[in-house]
């Protein structure tokens, strides 16, 4: 299966976007295709520049690791508009991606990870909060929504942005 389909592309929601709700914010013609995991990167919460809220999810060359997340299929417009929306190119940039689907297939993918990563970010609670409700409504594997959880909470005790 190949990440550029008549439809669409085959896009692996890691972060802020794993949740249906959340997707269609940004994609409302989006489809969940189901759990997919990516082996050798790990989640990472960074800052792509100096501002207090120039940061978002990155993904981690990390061997030995996994990154849980949902396959979904974008259709072409809004894929454009979500790339737009994320400055890619300057915040972040589109990561080609093979993913894992339950049965054990391999699907190539891509995904938005912050470009050029430069440490720790504190993220907005509401942010941090997408992260969590979008595991659990995805139902990803007990055991990793507690690993994000972890990550959540390290990000959480970082300074606290400062308000709008």
């Not at 792509?48 to 849980?68: E, H, N």
């Not at 659990?136 to 972890?150: I, K």
């Amino acid at each position: 299966m190949s990440s550029q389909r008549l439809d669409g592309v085959l896009y692996f929601a890691y972060g802020t976007l794993l949740g249906a709700e959340s997707m269609q914010g940004h994609c409302p013609s989006a489809v969940p295709l189901g759990q997919a995991h990516l082996p050798g990167y790990e989640l990472a919460l960074e800052r792509f520049g100096d501002g207090p809220r120039d940061g978002g999810c990155a993904l981690i060359p990390l061997a030995g690791v996994q990154t849980f997340g949902v396959l979904y299929e974008i259709p072409d417009d809004e894929w454009s508009a979500l790339k737009a929306l994320s400055a890619v190119g300057t915040a972040y940039r589109v990561l080609p991606v093979v993913v894992l689907l339950a049965d054990g297939s391999r699907v190539e993918a891509q995904t938005l990870t912050v470009n050029n990563p430069m440490g720790p970010y504190r993220p907005p609670d509401e942010y941090l909060e997408l992260i969590t409700v979008g595991a659990m409504s995805a139902e990803l594997p007990p055991e990793y929504q507690e690993h994000l959880s972890q990550i959540v909470s390290h990000a959480a005790a970082l300074s606290k942005p400062p308000p709008d």
